[in-house]
């Protein structure tokens, strides 16, 4: 309250609180009052508190997020993408390019991926481009090559959903959906989501706080769907020098606030090719449960975001790092995919 | 090009550039040289000539958009809704509540409105909300309500529409559909929108750039809808005083880019009643097109943003400003709706 | 508290707290427990209270300054910079070139700044420059040529200092000292500035929330100099399309905070020519108590920030906009200097 | 230039940047003409090419830095601070409290240090504090303490300045001399520490761009002091979680881009000591040279950031971390300083 506000304003906030189911609770010191509400955060929200009289400000303290909180449900969850666990136990690399362009460039990236340790394909049949002069992807046509190559492979696959209406078509081919940074917010979608019964990668937006993105998690849980991996994939800053600015710090943070899996995209946090190394290395130790990388069997022609995709001298790195750092941790690399994927 | 880059490194670079259909032109100085690049910039971006050796980096200068650019299209757009003109020659004023709540809340809310001066109304029925436990807007049962409330006031209305599945829907209603900034790079309803036939209102996305905001508008507009305004609504910052942080040079700035009108949403951009009457003002004297604004009969229990939405008091104030400053920017207040709407 | 607290943590809480002469005060729910501190805000901070058992987060509400609070000074206050008032009753514009070049270009400058209806000049005789190979400025010598300018004008000025060795040096010929945006936390600086008898304008930092910026003149009002002008000039953000982003929005949330008056620089904010004007009416009509303007009688060679200073022609819309949105205001343009200035 | 730019222009801009010494290259292309300068680019900088007619825009390419470029420098640096290395092939930890508070508190936390593998103590004697309200520090009586306590256990120390007018003073008793991120752009600071003879830590500005970062250690560099170490300690950004939030990128990107060595402060980062030992694997793993971490014997009464300060519990993990990671990067841990120090 302000340092002028009257005992009847006192009162007016009480009454209002009460009236609303709540329980408002005052404590009072020398120069200031200061009013603690128990109830529905959500309900109290409507009452537009902060307009009454004498009423200096109010802060929020509890989540808008329950399910995919860990206060109810301390234990670290596992998500498993056909067959393949993303958790606490592991770190599982996602390999593949960026976008899908023929079958022969997926099935030799889906090869690359495998050689750096990947037990996950990922692959893009439907692209966000910014511009919308720029290549939009294959589409279902693309979703066919990703269904080929896994046959091929044994690597089951994540793709990308753009909206709503996509949500059954693709889920019909993919073993887990990804969530772009674009469409963190695109609530219609993450409904659809919760009720597909497939995994879903859900990226953090480009300015999203980690609670926002938690708030996302909560509309496709809310559906009925808790099998949802975060990924941590850069965010916006004044920083130019790099595409993104890689928000390491998330790892640890969401994995203290929810018991889902978090992983990295090394690749599109940074937008080069040499930043991806180093940034795999410290997001492993930085307790991720996994990692997505961009690979490219031919960079210098990939229709989409070349300059940060992994080359064939880089995978036999990445391997060995994974492998040093997985064991540090006292982690394991997942096995890969036995059973029958699709 | 870096400094030790060899002839045959710039010479690559020319073959490549010359392969894709561009032509490069190679300005040399004493300790450095720079190729420049003309033809198709988004070929270009394919070519991943950052990776390529010699090569220290790449700038890229212009736009990835055209069809809403005003180098093509050097004279500023008017759009009109359901009648009313949004353009360079008038300051339009957009009010009603966030939310349609009731019919009653709403009719009082448009009366509101019309009093500050608006000829357009805006009320939300289907609402992105943050949290999946807010309150998420009444649906179709809005939508009719607001139809009610235009017929009964003779205000044409602008509604948000979420998912490209809406958009024929509530274009049925509507005389315009809006934007939210969390859907502004949502493409499946981008490129919905640009076949409905209806004017667009797009907002700013939180941490979009100008140059993505125009692209966004430019997905509408590749698709054959050239009627979309521009909203800036506030960018996100570290600063925590206000909700968001209102871009003010957004206006001048995209004006002189664009050729599509501009307005801005004080309401949204600050988040607190108290700042809805400065940057109003702000907003006319930088050259907005108009403004839209929150107004609720009784902001103490909205069910969205009552802290920002202006009360009866405000309203005489907003209305004699408006009309001032629109007369100090050589502009007039455009007339209300005189044609049957809808 | 955390929902898992103990009775007996919550009593450590209590405990620690009045042994530091604290009151705490214990509101209970039902899932829930909110403990509200009162007392000194900086010896709480030191208890570490966050790192106790059962505590779940400690949020500050009240604010790190007191002298330049308006909750104990309600009244807004006005400056006197060589009899020249900037304060709520008036609009005073400061302008003048960014960089002293020579006696002519700052003669020239100022005769500018009179036609733009200026009353006080600005002029940087010391450049903080990020890089070292940047024009650093002429130094002493540039404080005699804004000396020898002001006996020749009537106009007093406003230049910066870098340094707290300096201010003493600086203020012999200054009537009002500047504190640049990289010192604003430059706390030696801000000490010296206390003691030194003149007015000081304090521009925020790039990055510096309003807080912030009100907890810098803080410490220049504890040290005894009241007389501070808060200048808003551009934030760092993610948009590249301006050099800064202006925070209008921090103009009347920073009077609604501080008694302070807040003048703007549209010239730095935006970083371009033609943004000066819309930005300067912006301003105004925000209720900026003033403006501070780069003038240049020929920006193609300025030895500073040329591509955003005013030329010649600007000068006479300035004027005539400033007057009539000063009138707009309810405000009048400050009379000229009368007495000798010095 | 413009698409409308006439030949007179572009000859214009041509002959401007030849009177200035520079060359000018023009590209001409179908739609467009891009002219390419070579010469000095401050002297460039201010032709104010922007505004001249026909001209779109004005990109630089080139660095505001020679001195700690790895461009004329290819081998990356080593900076000797009282015997003890910091450089490519070590990991060198320093520890200790933010603030010296007594004779006891310190030895105590350079104990602890010691455990934890640190051969550099860290320790504040003069504090600059963002409200003029908190603990200040004990100034010249805390560097003696500092003094006192490496006789005591060998440590060699680095301790911040504030002040120009310190400098001198406060390398008598330190080793190395820490410039604080509000102080990154505090050039008359910078240009003091380029005349004085011992090794600096440049911590990273609040949002600082990486390459105003190193303009400011050229600062330092160009007055003749090459022992400048870079420290990245968490960048401004919308995320409240977090104090600030940790580039980890800027690790490889700064050394990438300078042959100085990079090191990382974990605690100041992160803000919260639960985030110290992840964000400290991180580092060494991205490739920092080193680590800065804040110890407290007893976090809970420490006057200056107790949240973030490691305790005892903390250190064998950090030592077994680090000792394990700096074998997996290929690199050694420091040996202790042997030789007489001060």
Request: a neutral charge; glycine letters at 10%; hydrophobic letters at 45%.
């Amino acid at each position: 309250m302000a340092s002028d506000a009257k005992p009847s304003d006192i009162q007016a906030v009480v009454a209002l609180v009460e009236s609303a189911g709540g329980e408002a609770f005052v404590s009072r010191g020398i120069s200031r009052v200061i009013i603690g509400l128990v109830g529905d955060v959500e309900q109290f929200a409507r009452l537009n508190i902060r307009g009454m009289r004498g009423v200096r400000d109010v802060t929020r303290i509890s989540a808008g997020y329950k399910l995919v909180s860990r206060e109810h449900h301390p234990a670290r969850s596992a998500v498993r993408v056909g067959g393949v666990p993303i958790g606490p136990d592991t770190v599982t690399l996602i390999a593949g390019p960026c976008a899908v362009e023929t079958p022969d460039q997926t099935l030799a990236a889906a090869r690359m991926a495998q050689r750096a340790g990947a037990v996950l394909l990922r692959g893009g049949a439907f692209k966000p481009r910014t511009s919308p002069y720029a290549f939009q992807g294959l589409g279902e046509r693309g979703l066919r090559i990703l269904a080929d190559v896994r046959a091929e492979t044994g690597l089951p696959f994540v793709t990308e959903v753009l909206d709503a209406d996509q949500v059954d078509m693709v889920a019909q081919y993919a073993d887990m959906l990804q969530v772009g940074a674009r469409n963190m917010q695109n609530f219609a979608l993450l409904q659809a989501l919760g009720a597909v019964g497939k995994p879903v990668l859900l990226k953090r937006g480009l300015s999203a706080t980690i609670e926002e993105w938690l708030m996302a998690a909560e509309y496709i849980a809310q559906r009925g769907n808790l099998d949802v991996v975060l990924c941590e994939r850069g965010i916006r800053t004044f920083e130019t020098a790099t595409r993104n600015t890689l928000d390491i710090s998330a790892v640890p943070v969401a994995q203290s606030l929810s018991h889902l899996p978090v992983i990295v995209d090394p690749s599109h946090s940074g937008g080069r090719r040499d930043l991806v190394l180093p940034l795999s290395r410290a997001a492993v130790v930085a307790g991720a449960d996994g990692l997505v990388v961009d690979v490219h069997p031919e960079p210098s022609v990939a229709l989409c975001d070349g300059p940060q995709a992994l080359i064939a001298d880089d995978l036999a790195v990445l391997a060995r790092d994974l492998r040093d750092l997985t064991g540090f941790m006292g982690r394991q690399l997942p096995e890969p995919a036995t059973v029958p994927v699709g």
